[in-house]
Nanobody, 121 residues
Framework: QVQLVESGGGLVQAGGSLRLSCAAS????????MGWFRRPPGKEREFVAA????????YYADSVKGRFTISRDNAKNSMFLQMNSLELEDTAVYYC??????????????WGQGTQVTVSS
């Protein structure tokens, strides 16, 4: 079983930045691909970014490419999402996920509880 706990969400003005963190426990984090999904208000969950277990490959949704950066620290069982140049459309609940990466995305086997990110004008 994998436990994932997100933190770092909050309210930010458009153009600002936030850094989300995900603390993982329960199994070999350093051998597990990880990623982020989000659910905008009234919409389905969507893929945001993913990173392979080694950190050697990263994948991004087109909507966040160039603005968001995913990273991980296997020594600390942690993963991060640096979000810059935030837009109103980035408002969503952000979920940390674990699962295999494939076809430049990730198939989540485990989900965190989510953290709210709200971008204001």
């Amino acid at each position: 079983q994998v436990q994932l706990v997100e933190s770092g969400g909050g309210l930010v003005q458009a153009g600002g930045s936030l850094r989300l963190s995900c603390a993982a426990s329960g199994r070999a984090f350093s051998r597990t691909d990880m990623g982020w999904f989000r659910r905008p208000p009234g919409k389905e969950r969507e893929f945001v970014a993913a990173i392979t277990w080694s950190g050697g490959s990263t994948y991004y949704a087109d909507s966040v490419k160039g603005r968001f950066t995913i990273s991980r620290d296997n020594a600390k069982n942690s993963m991060f999402l640096q979000m810059n140049s935030l837009e109103l459309e980035d408002t969503a609940v952000y979920y940390c996920v674990a699962g295999p990466t494939m076809l430049r995305t990730i198939r989540p086997d485990h989900w965190g509880q989510g953290t709210q990110v709200t971008v204001s004008s």
